[in-house]
Every structure is written in structure tokens, then in C-alpha cells.
């Protein structure tokens, strides 16, 4: 044991199957795509690469199920995800040592952001609808009504898996919306999980539908079908214009939830020291493997050198190791492409003369996809190491020479996810936080409120529409205005 409530093969793996129209199906003629824990290179599942007949099975049912889901009030629909909210607080440890062992996430980490957090992000968006006006009458007497938009084809990455997903389900089903979920081919299993609590919990068969496979393949297919209503997609700026063309040639709705290169500002009046050790915090959750990350730090121009040393410190104390372990505090990428990718940024920024503490292969591993967290300083606002979302533990310094200049290189990225500023003054943190194009913008490393309602998205390639709260629950809603309903002549 490694002091963990649960051992890792005390979880139950889900086995290769889809989970369509409340059914589980295993249909043994399928092609099936091996899940690696990053950590072991070792097989530790497998789903199923889903077929034309799959998939197309999964639309109707979610068509199918449309019509009596929709028509079921809000509170029927918020009681059904205050059960699945409760079962994901009872089931939340095995949840997320799943996850740790599909993203090499430590434990620690998967315990809050693939467990707790999603629960209370499923709780805040159930008091949302609650709270929701779903028909009411404007001041012209026109009476408003808010329908769900319909079928929603949910695809989701791999990188915070549970909440990625709960984020689009939670809302989709609180409106009334069914939906036809893919996971990502890295981490489908905790999907299939969520679906059986999904099922325990008592959602009708169809509302939620779970299909497998690679997204060249099964996402490709999903996204070419004329079964959804509402495509709702997170993951990479390339996948998501090419499904936001799809869907805009259809004149489908599209959510994209994209990528990021966000900045870190700090100002002359703030305290370095928290602000460079927040930063490289923020910045290695997840092995970096975070859209909202902090990868650019930018600190007055004489003080790089001493936020340089700080930043080092800092990233040097990380424990690499097992995820399951308690001491570890940093695991490994979430796969061997992945793993080459950051160090093929760091190899090659090196060649260009940038100078990078760490980023190499971690030692000591027999088997794991392991880096060590980098910073780099000495390197050009144009580097790709600069501009392009790495997606690792790489932590980029460049110097600013005062408040405009901090603006114009913070907003010099094709993204706008977040932003995170510091400074000792409330109003030049305001005006700085002001004048950043980010969708968020954390001020003195302030994290999530609780509840956790704040809209997430981005500005930008960033994306196109919000996550959370309100503003999530819009998205997958339409708007009726009735004419004349209570008209008096
Ligand atoms: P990805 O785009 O490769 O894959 C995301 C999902 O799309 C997966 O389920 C994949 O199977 C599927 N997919 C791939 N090709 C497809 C196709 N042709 N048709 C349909 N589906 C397809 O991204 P990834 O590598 O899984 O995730 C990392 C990326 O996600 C990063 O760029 C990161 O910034 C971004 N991300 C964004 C947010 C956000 O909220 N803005 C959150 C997390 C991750």
C-alpha cells in the first residue's frame, strides 16, 4: 500500500464496451484500442473502435430519447444529477485513481480535479438550472421560452478527463438535451465509469450515450453524421476548426474549447518571490498538461534573473514518481508522442540558444514517459517555444519593460484562455486584467470560487462559446420568443 485509501488493483477497470441506449454491448467483431498507464507502459484496458452501425445506433437513440427527456421538468431532470452528484462523491477515490492511472496524474491532484471538482461543478450547474428562468414574459409582453437545443455530440481530451466531460454533460442534461459522448482514445475508461454511474443514477436509457475510438477514425465519423444538434468540443486548435467548419456548413452550433499559451504578468510592485513560485505551481499541475496554464512568465526586465532563480528552485523540488504514490508530486506525460513532442520544443529551442534548466528525460525510470519541469530563459518573443501550447511542464521567462510592454507581449498569442496578473496596487492589477484578451484572468493567484460558476473559455483560437455556470448552461439552450401569448387587445 502507498497510503492511498484504495490500491490501484482494487479498481475495477472497465471493460471494452459502449453503453448505448442504457445498454452495454461488447460486439466481439470489433477492432480494440489498447489504454497504457503512462506511468508503466503497461496495458490497462482497452475500448472498442466503434463502427458506422455503432455510432449510428447511438444517434437514435439519442434522438429517440429527445423528445420525453426534454419534456420532464427541471427538477426531475436536477433530482437525476443530484444522484449522479452523490455518486460521484461515493465512488469519487475510485474515480480518480482511474484517472491517475490513464493520465499519470498524481493522485493527489486527480483526487481534486477528477473527483471533487467535478462533483461540485455538476452541484453548481444543477443550482443554476434551478435558479434558471425558463419562461418568462419581457418587458415588451413577448414571452420567452428556453428549449434544449437538441442532440449535443460531446468530444472531449485527455487531459482532465472527468471534468471535461461532467462540463458538457452536466449542462446538456440539466436543459434537457441527450447527448453522444467520445472520450478521448487516451482516457476512455473513467467515461465508460461515469456512464455506469450515469446508469445507477437512474438517467433513462438514451439520454447518455457512450462511444469508443480514436478520433480519426470514431471521432471523424461522429462529427461527419447528421445525428446532433449541437457539437460541444474541447481539445486542440486543429481538430477544433476542422469540427467548427463541419458544423458550421451545416449551420450546426459549435462550443470549442481550444488551446492556450497563457500568460503569468508581474509587475515591478509585486511580491516576485509568490508570484514566480505560484506561477511555476500553476504551471506544472498535471505535468503542464493544462489548456489554462500559466507557460509565459513575464516579470520586469530587471528582475528575470532573480525570477529565474526562483522559478528553478522551484521546479527542481518537484518529486517525480509514481502517481499513485503520496510523496510524488509531478508524474509522468500522458504519453511517449507526448513526451517526444516537449522535448522536441526543448531540443530545439537549446539549438537556438535559449538556455533551459531541466527538460530532459527524467532518470531512475525503468519504464514511464517521465521530463523533468523546464525553464527556459533566453529566447526570442518569436521562438516556438514562446508561441506554440507545448502542453508538458515547460515554463517560458521573458522580461517586460513596464505596463504597456507587459500588455502587448501578454496579448501577443493567437490564444486569449487566461491570463493570471500581479501587482501590489488594486488598480493597476484591475487595468492590467482589463486590458489582457483572455477569457479569465486570475488577479494575485486568486483560484476558482466556490461554487465554481466563473465562465471558461476562451477569446481568440482559444474557442468559441463558454463552459460553467450561466453562461455554460446558455449554450445549450435556444430562445423562443412567442408572439401574442398574453397579448390584451
Ligand atoms: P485532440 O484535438 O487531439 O483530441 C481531442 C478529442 O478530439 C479526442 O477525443 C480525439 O479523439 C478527438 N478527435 C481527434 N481528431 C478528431 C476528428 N478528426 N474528428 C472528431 N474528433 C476527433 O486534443 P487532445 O490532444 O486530446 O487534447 C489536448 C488539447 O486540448 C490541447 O490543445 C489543449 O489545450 C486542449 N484543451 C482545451 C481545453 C479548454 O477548455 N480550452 C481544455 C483541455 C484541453
Redesign the pocket.
Given at each position: 500500500m502507498t497510503g492511498t485509501e484504495l490500491a490501484p488493483d482494487t479498481v475495477v477497470v472497465p471493460d471494452a464496451r459502449l453503453y448505448i441506449d442504457g445498454r452495454w454491448s461488447s460486439p466481439s467483431d470489433r477492432e480494440l484500442v489498447p489504454v497504457h498507464n503512462p506511468a508503466t507502459e503497461q496495458v490497462i484496458g482497452s475500448v472498442i473502435e466503434c463502427t458506422r452501425a455503432d455510432i449510428d445506433a447511438a444517434f437514435a437513440a439519442a434522438r429517440q430519447a429527445l423528445g420525453p427527456w426534454a419534456a420532464t421538468t427541471v427538477e426531475h431532470r436536477a433530482e437525476l444529477l443530484d444522484a449522479l452528484a452523490d455518486a460521484l462523491h461515493d465512488r469519487g477515490e475510485e474515480l480518480a485513481v482511474l484517472a491517475s492511472m490513464e493520465i499519470g496524474m498524481p493522485l493527489t491532484e486527480s483526487r481534486a480535479v477528477q473527483a471533487a471538482f467535478p462533483e461540485s461543478v455538476l452541484r453548481s450547474i444543477v443550482d443554476v438550472a434551478r435558479t434558471t428562468r425558463w419562461e418568462y414574459d419581457d418587458e415588451s409582453g413577448t414571452t420567452i421560452v428556453r428549449e434544449p437545443v437538441g442532440v449535443v455530440l460531446a468530444?472531449?481530451?485527455?487531459?482532465?478527463p472527468v471534468h471535461?466531460i461532467i462540463a458538457k454533460l452536466a449542462p446538456a442534461l440539466a436543459t434537457g438535451c441527450t447527448v453522444v459522448l467520445?472520450?478521448?482514445?487516451?482516457t476512455p475508461l473513467n467515461a465508460l465509469f461515469l456512464a455506469e454511474l450515469c446508469d445507477a443514477a437512474g438517467i433513462p436509457a438514451g439520454v447518455v450515450n457512450v462511444v469508443t475510438g480514436?478520433?480519426?477514425t470514431t471521432?471523424?465519423m461522429?462529427?461527419q453524421s447528421e445525428g446532433y444538434d449541437l457539437v460541444s468540443?474541447?481539445?486542440?486548435?486543429?481538430?477544433?476548426k476542422?469540427?467548427g467548419q463541419v458544423a458550421g456548413g451545416r449551420v450546426i452550433r459549435a462550443t470549442l474549447?481550444?488551446?492556450?499559451k497563457s500568460p503569468a504578468v508581474v509587475l515591478d510592485d509585486a511580491d516576485l518571490e509568490i508570484a514566480v513560485r505560484t506561477t511555476v505551481r500553476n504551471c506544472f499541475t498535471n505535468a503542464g498538461q493544462k489548456?489554462?496554464a500559466p507557460t509565459r512568465l513575464i516579470v520586469p526586465d530587471g528582475e528575470l534573473a532573480r525570477a529565474r532563480e526562483i522559478a528553478v528552485a522551484a521546479a527542481a523540488s518537484y518529486v517525480l514518481g509514481d502517481p499513485i504514490d503520496p510523496s510524488t508530486t509531478m508524474g509522468p506525460l500522458a504519453s511517449a508522442a507526448q513526451r517526444d513532442k516537449v522535448l522536441g520544443y526543448l531540443d530545439a529551442a537549446r539549438a537556438r540558444g535559449a538556455t533551459v534548466a531541466g527538460g530532459v528525460r527524467a532518470d531512475g525510470f525503468d519504464a514511464g514517459y517521465y521530463v523533468t519541469p523546464a525553464i527556459v530563459t533566453d529566447v526570442g518573443e518569436n521562438d516556438p517555444v514562446v508561441t506554440d501550447?507545448i502542453?508538458g511542464p515547460v515554463l517560458v521567462l521573458l522580461g517586460h519593460q513596464g505596463f504597456d510592454d507587459a500588455v502587448r507581449i501578454a496579448n501577443d498569442t493567437p490564444y486569449g484562455?487566461s491570463a493570471e496578473v500581479w501587482s501590489a496596487d488594486p488598480a493597476l492589477a484591475e487595468a492590467l486584467a482589463r486590458h489582457i484578451a483572455a477569457g479569465q484572468v486570475r488577479i494575485n493567484g486568486v483560484r476558482s470560487p466556490q461554487p465554481p460558476v466563473a465562465p471558461?473559455?476562451?477569446y481568440k483560437a482559444?474557442?468559441i462559446g463558454r463552459?460553467l455556470g450561466r453562461f455554460g448552461l446558455d449554450e445549450y439552450l435556444e430562445t423562443k420568443a412567442v408572439l401574442g401569448l398574453h397579448h390584451k387587445s
Open positions: 468530444i472531449t481530451p485527455w487531459n482532465f471535461q467520445k472520450p478521448a482514445e487516451l480514436r478520433g480519426s471521432g471523424e461522429l462529427v468540443f474541447t481539445g486542440s486548435l486543429t481538430v477544433g476542422h469540427i474549447e481550444l488551446g492556450g489548456c489554462n501550447e502542453f484562455l471558461f473559455g476562451g482559444s474557442g463552459e
